[in-house]
């Protein structure tokens, strides 16, 4: 205490607790730097997609302010995080009908079918459809 009462001691004093406080934010600054330094992405993926399915995912991710690269990343962060793919991936049980690719029979059987879940009352509005397909693929 005493030599805090003497100007210049606590000059000197202040001087050198100010020199450890700056090189103990520098020492903090470079540990920070050491941090990021390791976090900086460097390594590329090489994906073949549809065009149409890029952009149509580009122009999702854009709306919600995500870049694509950071989709990738999230998205391998969630294969890391669930040991796997972060969701079913499964057949469909309930496929849809191939018009195409039926015979006369088999198209037959279908259109009486449906006409049989019409006559029974087995029906749901279009919009209601509609909405429902919406719903599943938000």
């Not at 100010?18 to 941090?35: C, N, P």
């Not at 950071?70 to 009908?97: C, D, T």
Request: proline share 4%.
């Amino acid at each position: 205490m005493l030599a805090l009462q003497n100007p210049l001691m606590a000059g000197f004093f202040f001087s050198c607790v100010s020199y450890v406080l700056l090189l103990s934010a520098q020492e903090r600054i470079m540990e920070t730097r050491k941090v990021i330094d390791m976090s900086v992405k460097s390594a590329n993926v090489y994906a073949r997609i549809e065009p149409e399915v890029k952009d149509q995912a580009e122009s999702i991710l854009a709306s919600l302010g995500i870049p694509a690269s950071n989709a990738i990343n999230i998205f391998y962060k969630q294969i890391i995080l669930h040991r796997g793919l972060p969701f079913a991936v499964q057949l469909s049980e309930n496929r849809p009908v191939d018009m195409s690719a039926l015979t006369e029979e088999q198209l037959d059987a279908e259109l009486e079918k449906g006409y049989t879940d019409t006559v029974q009352g087995r029906v749901k509005p279009a919009k209601e459809v509609f909405a429902d397909i919406r719903k599943a693929y938000r």
